[in-house]
């Protein structure tokens, strides 16, 4: 009788929709980032806006863990995947603040094409947190989640590439730290993005 009275499921899913759309949404402002040569502020500060209200998101999603007693799934899943996601939006960030920090003016190809990648992984995820409130999609799910893994490690493999090609050829030693660090925290993004497909795996799994 109590647990019938109890708040049950709560917004998870729409708030889980809404951090992957921040996160989405500050995937395409690095790639523009990335692609534009010109005056980066603006794209700076709309990362800096969406990380700001992916970080309320995760904490309302906390926050609702704590008034709900019937969870659609684990709540120790549902810390672990808002967390990860968040994790996504940092990275992103952490991308424009060492943009800023080593006042990075000009992006090679190496770095335009993970940005590329980076918000290909994160419309991945985006696509199945959406499916997260229907298990009937479980095998979609597992199939973008492999994708996810497949271009996480294509951006791996960009990063040691490029970064090998520095060493080879710039003969400049502060582009080459400025350059290493920048690709190191591209390469993170898909990195986050991979954590995220991880947990949404064994979430599906659990569900099975």
């Excluded at 980032?33 to 998101?57: K, Q, W, Y």
């Excluded at 954590?195 to 799994?205: Q, R």
């Amino acid at each position: 009788m109590f647990g019938r009275l109890m708040p049950r499921e709560g917004r998870f899913f729409e708030l889980f929709n809404a951090h992957a759309e921040q996160m989405v949404h500050a995937a395409k402002e690095l790639e523009a980032l990335m692609s534009d040569d010109g005056d980066s502020r603006n794209h700076i500060e709309a990362i800096d806006s969406r990380e700001v209200r992916a970080d309320g998101l995760n904490h309302e999603v906390i926050a609702l863990l704590h008034r709900t007693f019937i969870t659609p799934f684990d709540r120790d899943e549902i810390h672990a995947l808002i967390s990860s996601m968040d994790d996504v939006v940092d990275a992103i960030q952490d991308v424009a603040e060492s943009v800023t920090l080593y006042n990075v003016d000009r992006y090679t190809p190496e770095a335009r094409q993970m940005a590329t990648l980076s918000l290909s992984c994160c419309e991945r995820v985006k696509h199945v947190v959406s499916l997260l409130d229907d298990m009937k999609s479980a095998a979609d799910i597992m199939r973008t989640c492999r994708e996810i893994d497949q271009i996480e490690g294509e951006v791996d493999r960009l990063m040691r590439g490029a970064i090998s090609e520095l060493f080879r050829k710039e003969t400049d030693a502060l582009k080459v730290i400025k350059l290493t660090a920048i690709y190191q925290v591209l390469e993170k993004i898909t990195d986050c993005c991979k954590d995220v497909s991880k947990h949404i795996e064994a979430i599906v799994l659990e569900s099975a």
